[in-house]
């Protein structure tokens, strides 16, 4: 059976998914350069972006990891 990765958090500040979504609870609105300018969020390698999309718009604080395709030569 293939077990599937999770992502959780911004690795590079330490910052749970679950943090952002209960920050957001608050808000009428929140988008991924709001969580940047509040928690540094992709500002440093910029590779939790698209998972912290993810778990905004789902609501869902654990978003499977997503390998880039290999090319077809
Ligand atoms: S994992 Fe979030 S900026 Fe690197």
Request: glycine share 4%.
């Amino acid at each position: 059976m293939k077990r599937q990765v999770m992502v959780d958090r911004c690795v590079c500040h330490d910052v749970p998914f679950t943090t952002l979504l209960q920050w957001a609870t608050d808000r009428t609105s929140t988008t991924v350069n709001d969580v940047r300018d509040t928690f540094g969020c992709s500002s440093s390698c910029g590779m939790c972006r698209r998972y912290i999309e993810e778990a905004l718009s789902t609501g869902c604080a654990k978003v499977p990891l997503r390998l880039q395709q290999e090319r077809a030569e």
